[in-house]
């Protein structure tokens, strides 16, 4: 089961992460949601995206900016990387 930490409450999140955050990156800053919480709502969120631009596009292959928003930020968490793709504390690579 996924904590959602400081009282944030997941269920009412998961139904429509949309209702609650106007963009994927919100979610990383979350400071009540731990790291498989937030995983949860992204991949909610590109799965909602993704049904609603087969239906919607010519292309069913055509990412919207947000999409890609939603998968930069899922990268980041999988990856334990801010989303500047430096590791988790900000640093750069090792000179």
Do not use: C, Y
């Amino acid at each position: 089961m996924i904590e959602s930490g400081k009282g944030a409450d997941l269920s009412k999140i998961l139904r429509d992460p949309t209702r609650v955050f106007r963009q994927p990156e919100e979610v990383l800053l979350h400071p009540e949601l731990d790291r498989e919480a937030k995983i949860a709502i992204l991949r909610w969120w590109e799965r909602h995206d993704r049904e609603a631009l087969a239906r919607e596009s010519q292309k069913p292959d055509g990412e919207s900016l947000r999409l890609t928003r939603i998968i930069r930020a899922l990268n980041a968490l999988l990856h334990d990387r801010n989303l500047d793709g430096e590791g988790e504390k900000g640093e750069g690579p090792e000179p």
